[in-house]
């Protein structure tokens, strides 16, 4: 069983950043793909970057490409999102999803997900 716990939204201008984490508990984390998804209202929820459990392999959605990083620190359970040069369009609640030792950016294939944090961009 895993838990997640997302933390780091907040209300943002337009070009501004913010950082998210996602604390997990169990002890084997680092045997898990991490993934952030968010969903906007009204719209279905979408992927947003993944990062492989030894942290080697990133990949991003194309609307985030550029903008956002992932990481993660296995000693401390945490996965984190850097987004920097926010838009409006980033304005969603942002979920943190995880899934063990496979690659996958389709929100079916995850177990675990977090309760969501919200991210508000203001024009």
């Known amino acids: 069983q895993v838990q997640l716990v997302e933390s780091g939204g907040g209300l943002v201008q337009a070009g501004g950043s913010l950082r998210l984490s996602c604390a997990a508990s169990g002890r084997t984390f680092s045997r898990y793909v991490m993934s952030w998804f968010r969903q906007a209202p009204g719209k279905e929820r979408e992927f947003v970057a993944a990062?492989?459990?030894?942290?080697?392999?990133?990949f991003y959605a194309d609307s985030v490409k550029g903008r956002f990083t992932i990481s993660r620190d296995n000693a401390k359970n945490t996965v984190y999102l850097q987004m920097n040069g926010l838009k409006p369009e980033d304005t969603a609640v942002y979920y943190c999803a995880s899934r063990y030792l496979v690659w996958s950016t389709h929100l079916n294939d995850y177990s675990y997900w977090g309760q969501g944090t919200q991210v508000t961009v203001s024009s």
């Open positions: 990062i492989s459990w030894s942290g080697a392999s990133t």
